[in-house]
């Protein structure tokens, strides 16, 4: 990643914006370009929710700004001054002004429309950005104002006073879309107040791996606990799309706890949030996304009609806006004001525009232009998530895409829109060869159930099953696929370990319940060919071809649905997550079970069942879908085999033979080949399995007890299966009811 130095504005600049009063000189050119009107003594120049398409300049006279709320009961006030601008917040956010402005005397004010405005950038270019400089920290100062009294407050009529106890000691911080703020390690420097945009936490573990932690949305605080524990940073911050940050020095930090006691409590509520790495919770303000950006993978691709079906289908989950250029440029009622470049007058304007549009909806749906346009550039760094959206059958080449998604930070998804009778997905690898895309979803057009899946997926309301290995026992899987489809549960995304691979494929694949339980039936029924065991106990060649059958040429990219499965290395000893590439070998790794299955060759490695290391995924399911609901089904046994006598520490395998073809010889209890086997493969996983529990990483964790099913006992479908069901279906129901009664009161909120 670049080294990023945050840009801060200049001393002088932002001195010179501190004042929103001209000097004499200033108010001469203000004057040649403004119409002139009269106010007499108490008229009300403006009144508190009105709205202006003008902002003024006090030329002569008294004008006083009455406050609100609480300090207007109380009868203060803030005395303007002459050559003092008025109105200007509202003018650049086209809201409502906020305060009543008095004439206590005779007065006589300067107007200014927003064609007078425009016609300075050219005449008059530095007071054009005097202007600029003004408004945008006046912007900056009524976001943060109302950030700090949700923070550190509430202060009441105080806050102004706040703002101006600490306005010298606060630096106002621009960060890209995918720069980093600070990074793990890094010395504290002050604390940081995200005023717009969206940035995410990230934390490098001993291993080398790079974990995501929480997303810090506009009104939080960022690196206070460093601040606070005078340790270095325990995270890497970077921007997910262009953001406004406020920098507080240690003295304005400590200066805004002790101005109000609340603000200790607050902020020790973040500090235990963080500290103990709590995960995110559904339904809050956190929600995966804000912003979704559209973008067309060429120009056969129109991207107008899938918008508008996407923005419907997300409004069944909050507030939704759809943003184009032509609607934008609509709306603000300004030719091309959508294409501006920063350095433009209207920049500032659709900036704060944009701003207000996510404060007031839960979710904005940009649409890029058809061609590449400071428009599409815009929708790139504004958005949480960007989505490619592109014709199955067109030529899968996204080059000319590729320079603007290469971002190492860049978030980005893959659309295939398919036509309405396609009978799978094909050909998928063929898109990555040019890029690559974080996911990568398939959508059949007019075709309600896909739509409303993707629409889950992007709200963060997807719903995730996660299938864990148990061997013969994962048959109960399909009593639990059986259950949700009967209680009208979507499958939005798939994966499994062991048994439940196979299984979850057939699931991704799109099958119903009855077509998984019938594949299963015909592809399990005689899969066991025992062999002499030098390698393993089964030769293999059974299970193989039975997969290879039921994955049918399938590449995991092609599924219908979003799919994992987990495999083991042994050759490193890691977990291998398999997410692209020949699904049948994928899934022919995960089923290897040690000693029981040969492990399957990868290069120089040797993979074999992920049951060794993680005989439930759903931490990796956790990763894909943070936000969703993840239905967890665990069928291995709870206990492992227990010692029914004492057999002494050593036994003929031959001598239990001759007493199992002689009923009538007495023969000591011992625990079966296959059980040893199955409870040595996931002991190793035992501890994550316990974490699953006891962090409550499934939002619903199903421990289906599959009694009197054997590890390799595949002709008890039938049984694994009701026990699978019954364990299931009442679980299932109140759960979900319980989440509908959660949602509709949500909504009513």
């Avoid at 967890?632 to 073809?661: C, F, H, M, N």
């Amino acid at each position: 990643m670049d080294t990023f130095s945050p840009q801060i504005a200049s001393d002088q600049d932002y001195a010179s914006a501190q004042s929103n009063t001209l000097n004499e000189q200033e108010r001469q050119i203000f004057t040649e370009y403004a119409e002139l009107k009269k106010v007499c003594a108490n008229d009300y120049l403006v009144s508190e929710g009105d709205g202006d398409t003008c902002f003024y300049l006090l030329v002569t006279g008294n004008l006083v700004k009455e406050q609100s709320g609480k300090a207007k009961m109380l009868g203060m006030y803030q005395q303007l001054e002459e050559g003092e601008l008025i109105g200007l917040l509202s003018f650049f956010t086209e809201e409502k002004h906020l305060n009543s402005i008095l004439a206590r005397s005779d007065s006589e004010v300067a107007i200014v429309t927003r064609e007078i405005y425009d016609s300075l950038l050219t005449e008059q270019p530095l007071l054009w950005k005097k202007l600029q400089s003004i408004g945008l920290h006046m912007m900056r100062k009524h976001r943060l104002s109302i950030h700090l009294d949700k923070l550190f407050g509430p202060f009441g009529v105080m806050l102004p006073f706040v703002l101006t106890d600490i306005e010298n000691e606060l630096e106002w911080v621009t960060l890209p879309s995918g720069q980093t703020l600070f990074r793990q390690g890094d010395v504290p420097d002050g604390a940081y107040i995200l005023v717009a945009g969206r940035l995410q936490m990230t934390t490098k573990l001993l291993d080398g791996r790079e974990v995501v932690n929480d997303a810090i949305l506009a009104g939080e605080t960022i690196g206070e606990t460093a601040l606070l524990t005078n340790q270095p940073q325990a995270h890497t911050v970077y921007a997910v799309r262009d953001s406004e940050l406020v920098k507080l020095s240690n003295y304005s930090f400590e200066l805004m706890l002790q101005r109000n006691t609340r603000a200790i409590h607050n902020i020790a509520q973040i500090l235990g949030k963080r500290l103990t790495n709590l995960p995110v919770e559904k339904g809050t303000t956190k929600a995966p996304v804000r912003c979704i950006s559209l973008l067309p993978a060429n120009d056969n691709i129109q991207l107008s009609n899938f918008a508008e079906q996407l923005c419907s289908t997300l409004s069944e989950y909050g507030s939704t806006k759809h943003l184009s250029s032509d609607i934008v440029n609509s709306e603000l009622a300004t030719e091309d004001i959508a294409q501006s470049h920063e350095n433009e007058a209207t920049s500032l304007r659709l900036v704060e525009w944009l701003h207000s549009q996510e404060d007031n909806c839960q979710f904005l749906l940009y649409q890029s232009d058809q061609k590449w346009s400071e428009w599409s550039a815009r929708c790139v760094r504004q958005t949480d998530q960007v989505i490619v959206v592109a014709e199955a059958n067109s030529e899968p080449n996204l080059t000319s895409l590729a320079p603007h998604l290469c971002g190492e930070r860049q978030r980005w998804s893959l659309v295939l829109l398919h036509d309405f009778d396609t009978d799978r997905p094909r050909n998928t690898a063929a898109w990555l060869k040019s890029a690559s895309p974080d996911a990568i979803y398939h959508v059949r057009k007019e075709h309600a159930a896909d739509l409303a899946r993707l629409t889950r997926i992007l709200s963060g309301n997807a719903i995730s099953l996660v299938l864990g290995g148990g061997g013969a026992r994962g048959f109960a899987h399909l009593g639990v696929i059986k259950a949700m489809e009967e209680l009208n549960i979507p499958i939005d995304m798939v994966g499994g370990t062991s048994m439940g691979a196979p299984i979850a494929g057939i699931v991704a694949q799109g099958a119903t319940a009855d077509e998984v339980m019938r594949r299963a039936k015909q592809a399990y029924h005689k899969i066991i060919d025992f062999t002499f065991p030098l390698v393993s106990v089964i030769a293999g060649k059974r299970i193989s071809q039975t997969i290879r059958e039921q994955t049918q040429g399938w590449d995991i990219e092609d599924y219908w649905l979003p799919f994992f499965c987990v495999s083991t290395n042994l050759t490193t000893a890691l977990p291998v997550i398999h997410q692209r590439g020949d699904s049948w070998l994928a899934i022919r790794s995960s089923v290897s079970i040690p000693g029981v299955l040969p492990p399957v060759p990868h290069g120089d490695h040797l993979l074999v069942d992920g049951g060794v290391l993680n005989n439930l995924p759903v931490d990796i399911m956790r990763e894909i879908n943070p936000f969703g609901v993840i239905i967890a089904v665990d069928v291995a046994p709870p206990v492992g085999p227990k010692a029914k006598s004492d057999y002494g520490t050593e036994i003929s395998g031959w001598y239990l033979l001759i007493q199992r073809l002689f009923p009538w010889l007495k023969a000591p209890s011992v625990p079966s080949l296959g059980s040893t086997i199955m409870q040595a493969m996931v002991a190793g996983s035992a501890l994550k399995r316990q974490q699953i529990i006891e962090q409550k990483q499934a939002d619903l964790y199903l421990n289906i007890h599959v009694k009197g099913v054997g590890m390799l006992q595949f002709d008890a479908q039938a049984k694994a299966t009701k026990i699978g069901y019954k364990g299931s279906f009442d679980r299932l129901k109140a759960h979900f009811k319980s989440s509908d009664e959660k949602s509709e009161i949500s909504q009513e909120e």
